[in-house]
């Protein structure tokens, strides 16, 4: 046997093993920390600041955690939100993410660290990507062997698709979410593996977590169960099956149950009656397999066959029953939107104005995870040609994970822990394929498997130590693959090699002379790869540094000269709000903004990013979207002290309310059909414009009013210019009757509102302000009682 | 400056405390033409023997100025200049509203000339006749001209007093929109109208009918002095003709040897109007669980809560708050965008000025108000509103150990215990069976 390069043969296997060992450890440990490194960008450029919106409530919640302890979060109403219903906030959150800080909160103060509750949320979710990293390696090792577990957990590392849920200061749910989801996983693969009790009671703890931190537990309640029924199908049913899976399935339920918010949701929802059909039929089957091994054969096909169809009749009927019943509830407006992404536009905007809710667009794949989307066909192709169990589980998550991504932006995150999986085992299939010394015999059948072995295992080896002028972190990896291909079997590394190379081949068939020859063919490749993987890393770093790592609180724009300028308008106003209004100053404004003014001005609102009543968020929408007359009485009921709106046509920010009215309206519609219309906020050439041409509706509307009030002032007489929607807007702005300008913010992005209180003398706050101005009423005439007399 | 600014306040407190007949001070603007003050010397006379300090402007004069640096200089301000085109500039049917704001009551009186006065009638929806048509009635026969009336007092109102004679009027009816803080204190006669005097004929009726377009001037639906009550608390009293407090009318008898109840009627009007009857004032809330004492943050749904509300009402004799259990009609609403609950607050016996009710409150939680809105035709507006979130019960607040549920527990200890035999046998079972049954599950 021929080899590439040469290798030394004087090391003991032990040596290898520790050392192989003690790498595998190394690269971990540097993974974590440059997944962690990666993820401070949003810390090092603006602060260690909370972000966007939805971390802003997980904020408060934690706040609330650690400064009175769990039961009173548990029994938390908060009266703030949803004024003037209230939330009940233990009941309607998840919270494993709250509990989680919480405890890492007391621990460091136990430990007499003065933490603050602040930091902890923030640097959470680069805390738990580093954990994430090593979930994936352990569930990878699984798929392939360590040198695929540590590519795995490289990616998942720095890949951008999951880097954009878990920068620092991105306090969300995901942010431990991913980390469950992947150990989750990896305990089920393991106690499928080894049948296990205490593998599947590990997986149902860690489900109960994820249960408890993410709604998207949704995801595993299906996935497993998906696996357990495609196992049961190929005729691979087997005990350690019928182990893990019960074992899971009895311990996660009754665990998922005791989160408040889920409740009696996993026996009575149609997204979890599919683990439960599964573990009926697991059941069935267990029995059958005991009847099989106690009756004959032909009286057991007859046996199958009554059974399976008084089954299928009964089971039918059953749930028929109770979905008519109303005991399972129907499948929710999310699901729905899953399969027809026309659905929710039509029938429930409220989710379809969520714009991490809208379909993936192509390019956001290539961005989010770079070329790992073209090896990741490749390494689902290559679970195929082994197809043990846990490859079975890998291509269902691909295919279920491509579709649910390619429907919503957000499903994106769980599509990328499996992309870095499968790229993962297919790039180190390809390295091991090139970095294997062994030359292909040109003819020489007589040697052994065993002789071989020992070859190959010195030769890979050798190859760690070989001088190829490498960047160090792929040298690591190289040299783990290379050290942990080296304990395994024949049937390890050599028919991996040959399969790769010649064509699809069976386990145990004999070697076949196939392989690569010489030095240059494998440089080539080698360094090919590696050139990917270093522009890999580039796109990586500047697309987290570029785009996933402002905290969307404060905005950042370029000066002239290059220097980086902070619009912090957000901040300004809702300090302004915290200092100037009364604590119970209810604010109103549209529900993105709910959570931030809670947190950062802590003034009630009336609708927040908590999207549970969607009447209440149409009301919300019709006050915007009517005229002020119309509004009034809807401010009033609701004890509405200040109006806030987002502006950004004087510098151009693009997120503003103005382009999120037509949802607004749309919602509104959705509730009051008679009265907004759609159609009325378009000119009649059906364009949506502001300037001049807009519609009468449109300029009526108080979210109009109050966007452009006193905006065509700023200009001096020129004309003022809209930088968003591009338009010039109308030199004669619009007028309030209803309320007052409290508070513009520098840039005009904020503008707050303050809500008159009712006229003095009981007249409308329309002709009480043209008396104040000065202007004659015109006269009016005695209300007619009954008819003069001709 | 502050300090020697507190004594006088002090100071005024005191004297105001001795001589108080109002509720809310004494001092006094009149605004009339220096020509005419001593016209009304019985009405002004009564005032100053109650307590109140005088001061006399003309409608002309710069000074004093009705509202200083945003603080009203005057407690109340009588507008008796029923004729004057031009004000002074601080005198504007603006400025007056934003008196109102400032709590200052007033006493308007309006002529069938066109003023800027008539102009801010109109802000009160008080609808007034064209310029020129005095209320004209040619009943009872008398020997006056038709535009000088006597009109019996309503002997139900409660502003005024139970037994005037009836009071000469001559000026301006109004007619009255639909606005709810409106109320008229003297109606005009049924038989009367508004009328050119000019014409003195019937054919006026029609005439005026024909200027008024559809709306006819005529009849008890017209008042002629009518209160108002601002939100803000503060009163006005639009008279439709000065001559109403003039010493003339006072001292003209009605009939033989029967004098005019204008004196009194005149006082009266400027007693309620200068807040000393029929104020109300809410002095405190209390609201607890029965048999508790201490106010809880939140409630819980289906708690049973008591609410008692501290009222009580001004006595221009003392110039003391008295507690009063005078109003049996008060409500209490326990709202959240609607009222869940809409109770009697009446008065508790033995308790003087404590309103109180319990209820059980209602099985929907979120951020609820006791609101008491009282609005009564001259009573002083009460308003009152408690803030309090009513929250779902603990998590251990729930009845536990529910007898329905026994099948439940049931089931539960029986799969324990079944659990339990079934490993007590396995493991006490025979060990060849075991390595047996190992065997098969691998």
Known sequence: MTTAYPLPSNLSPATVANTASLLRIVALALISGAAIASRLFAVINFESIIHEFDPWFNYRATRVLASQGFYEFWNWFDPTAWYPLGRVVGGTVYPGLMATSGVIYNFLHALNLPVDIRNVCVLLAPGFSALTAWATYMFTKEMKDESAGLLAAAFIGIVPGYISRSVAGSYDNEAIAIFLLMFTFYCWIKALKQGSALFGTIAAIFYFYMVAAWGGYVFITNMIPLHALVLILMGRFSSRLYVGYSSWYAIGTLASMQVPFVGFQPVKTSEHMGALAVFGLLQIVAFGQLVRSHVSSAQFQKLLYASVVATGILGTAVFGLLTYKGWIAPWTGRFYSLWDTGYAKKYIPIIASVSEHQPTAWPSFFMDLQFLIFLFPAGVILCFRELRDEHIFVIIYAVMASYFAGVMVRLMLTLTPVVCVASAVALSTLLDTYIDPKEPDTGDDTKSESEATVVSASGTNGSSFSATPTPTPSKKIKKAAAAAAAPLPTSGIISDLVAATGGPTRRGEPIKTKGIFGMDSRLIVIMHTLAMLSFFVFHCTWVTSNAYSSPSVVLASTNQDGSQHIIDDFREAYYWLRQNTPEDAVVMSWWDYGYQIAGMADRPTLVDNNTWNNTHIATVGKAMSSTEENAYPILRKHDVDYVLVIFGGLIGYSGDDINKFLWMVRIAQGVWPDEIQEPNYFTPQGEYRIDDMASQTMKNSLMYKMSYYRFAELFGGNQAMDRVRQQQVPKVGPTLDYLDEAFTSENWIVRIYQVKKEDLLGRDLKSANAFGQGKKRKRTKPVPRRRAIV | ?442
Request: proline share 8%.
């Open chain 2, 1 to 442: 400056m502050l300090s020697f600014r507190r004594i006088f306040l002090l100071i005024a407190a005191v004297t105001s405390a001795v001589s108080a007949k109002s509720s809310t001070g004494d001092s006094v603007l009149v605004v009339v033409e220096p020509s005419r003050q001593n016209d009304y010397s019985i009405f002004f006379n009564g005032l100053k023997e109650k307590g109140y300090e005088l001061t006399f402007r003309a409608p002309k004069e710069e000074k004093p100025v009705i509202i200083q640096d945003d603080v009203p200089s005057f407690a109340h301000v009588i507008l008796f200049a029923s004729e004057t085109k031009n004000f002074a500039k601080d005198i504007t049917p603006q400025s007056l509203v934003e008196l109102l704001s400032l709590k200052t009551n007033l006493i308007i009186a309006l002529s069938t000339k066109q003023t800027p006065l008539s102009s801010l009638a109109a802000e009160f929806s008080i609808v007034l006749p064209p310029p020129g048509t005095p209320l004209v009635s040619y009943f009872p026969e008398r020997s006056e001209p038709p535009s000088v009336i006597p009109i019996a007092p309503d002997s139900s109102s409660s502003i005024l007093s139970k037994d005037i004679h009836p009071v000469w009027f001559s000026g301006v009816p109004m007619s009255l929109g639909n606005n709810p803080l409106l109320f008229p204190i003297l109606r005009a006669p049924a038989e009367s109208f508004a009328a050119e005097v000019d014409g003195g004929s019937a054919d006026a009726l029609v005439d005026s009918a024909e200027k008024g377009g559809e709306g006819l001037w005529a009849g008890s639906q017209l008042s002629v002095v009518t209160g108002f009550q601002a939100l803000g608390g503060a009163r006005v009293t639009w008279v439709g003709g000065v001559e109403l407090f003039s010493d003339e009318y006072a001292k003209k008898e009605v009939s033989k040897s029967v004098e005019s109840g204008n004196k009194k009627f005149a006082s009266d009007i400027a007693t309620w109007t200068f807040q000393e009857t029929l104020v109300l004032r809410i002095d405190r809330t209390e609201h607890h669980l029965v048999n508790a004492t201490s106010p809880k943050e939140h409630y819980t749904t289906g708690d049973e809560v008591e609410f008692a509300a501290y009222i009580s009402k001004f006595n221009p004799k003392t110039g003391k708050w008295d507690p009063c259990a005078c109003r049996k009609d008060i409500q209490l609403d326990f709202t959240m965008l609607d009222p869940h609950v809409r109770t009697a607050l009446p008065p508790v016996p033995g308790a003087p000025g404590k309103y109180g009710t319990a209820f059980r409150v209602p099985d929907r939680h979120g951020v609820f108000k006791f609101v008491i809105d009282y609005k009564r035709k001259g009573w002083t507006h009460l308003h009152s509103s408690t803030t309090v979130p009513v929250v779902p019960p603990r998590h251990d607040g729930y009845p536990r150990f529910l007898s329905a549920a026994w099948p439940y527990y049931a089931g539960a200890i029986s799969t324990s215990v079944a659990f339990l035999l079934f490993s007590a046998l396995w493991l006490a079972g025979d060990v060849r069976e075991m390595k047996k049954s190992k065997g098969k599950s691998e």
